[in-house]
């Protein structure tokens, strides 16, 4: 009975285990996927690594040459650039500020036209009572004189 029931046990876990056939299979698809490859991806990663290499050792080296060389350049302009924008904006500056020269000039001429109009009036007004004090002045001496004679 010991014999049926491990042979039972055998049967059970070839039907039921399939861990080992699954590896088989595994072993053998990997086995199979690698000799049809032919260990392409180990060829190109060689490949994609010499490239890398040839990069670094020559290309590389160029690129940052020509960049240095190339910014070198780049600041050059970017600081005569940015004199010229300097120069335009105290350009505008001095032209704004001659602007408001020329405006307060206008204005303080108009202010001084102004003045002397006002002045002028003053005059006329004090040409005015002037004329008319002495003319109160001559009646009053008129009058005096003629009392004096009478």
Known sequence: MDKIAKDVG????????????????????????????GYREVRL????????VEANEQVLPKCSEGMHKHLLDVL???????????RVQQRELEAHQSTQLLASIERRKEEWEEFLREQ????????????????R????YSEMKKDLAS
Do not use: C, W
């Not at 055998?10 to 490859?37: A, M």
């Not at 050059?76 to 300097?86: C, G």
């Open 137 to 140: 002045l001559s009646t009053q």
């Open 120 to 135: 002028q009036r003053l005059k006329e007004e004090v040409d005015e009572e002037h004329a008319k004090a002495v003319g």
């Open 76 to 86: 050059t302009r970017l600081e005569a650039a940015n004199h010229m924008a300097h």
């Open 10 to 37: 055998d049967i059970q876990t070839r039907l039921l285990d399939h861990r080992p056939v699954t590896q088989g299979e595994i072993r053998y698809f990997v086995r199979e996927f690698e000799e049809k490859r």
């Open 45 to 52: 990663l060689e490949n994609i690594n010499k490239m890398v």
